[in-house]
């Protein structure tokens, strides 16, 4: 039973699928009951993510070790000191920290769908349409303008494309979008009507957010590229590398000194 939870878990249909059916449900949850219900939803989605990070490899392992410690500080500088947005009992959910890492690998997951990766073209020019009329509808519509979207926007078409991993920002995108679209809805968090401090109006959700995922993986590639991140056991291996011993040579020469035998015993790794 958990082996065939983990080979779902680690197939990209199987993980899109459970994220598709556990994300609304989990909001909805968080949205309609008390405040048990929130706990409960953390407990559920902190398993989840602990099922995740034995179903995948080392690599992405790495990358959700590294995605919910910086998203929680993020999540901390942003909603609890700063106040951009808050959630509905204006606390730390317990289940947003095990989520960033689930959200970031249903990027990962929906960029290695067919035809993501294959035209940047198509991919990138899809995403910029629907992100583009999203920034322009949310500053034209609203009483209050999208100026913060707006300001988003070149920065994700930059990451769409000029960046090497368009395909995760694509997917990024739309695994972001799906998320504020019914978070807010629902009621689970509320971004503020203008920035603390500043003064600039933004949407509920501000239009491309997903801006935010394109500098959250440049921080979490660079971090996982760090020596001192890496798993001890990939250490140790990195460290042995290839080796090739001679373990026993034995020659027997004729007056002529020509060689008539050798045994030569080799073991490689």
Known sequence: MLRSCLDTLASRGGYIGVMAVWVPSALYVDATFD????SVVAVVTWLLLAMVFAAVGARERRQLVVVVIVATAL???????WGLYVYRFENLPLYVPPGHGLIYLLALRLSE?????WSRRLTSGAVSVAVSAWVVGALLLPEHPDLVGAALLPSLLYCLWRARR???YAGAFIATSVLEIIGTQLGNWRWAATVPGLGISQ?????AIAAGYCLLDAVVLYLCGRPWLT????R??????????????HVIADP??????AAISISSR
């Open 35 to 38: 405040r048990w219900a929130q």
């Open 75 to 81: 999540e901390i500088t942003f909603s609890i000191v």
């Open 113 to 117: 769908l067919p035809g993501v990766s």
């Open 166 to 168: 368009f395909h995760v």
């Open 203 to 207: 949407g509920n959700p501000p239009s």
């Open 231 to 234: 798993f001890p056991r990939e």
């Open 236 to 249: 140790s291996d990195a460290s042995a590398g290839p080796s090739t011993t001679v373990s026993a040579v």
């Open 256 to 261: 002529t000194h020509q060689v008539q035998t």
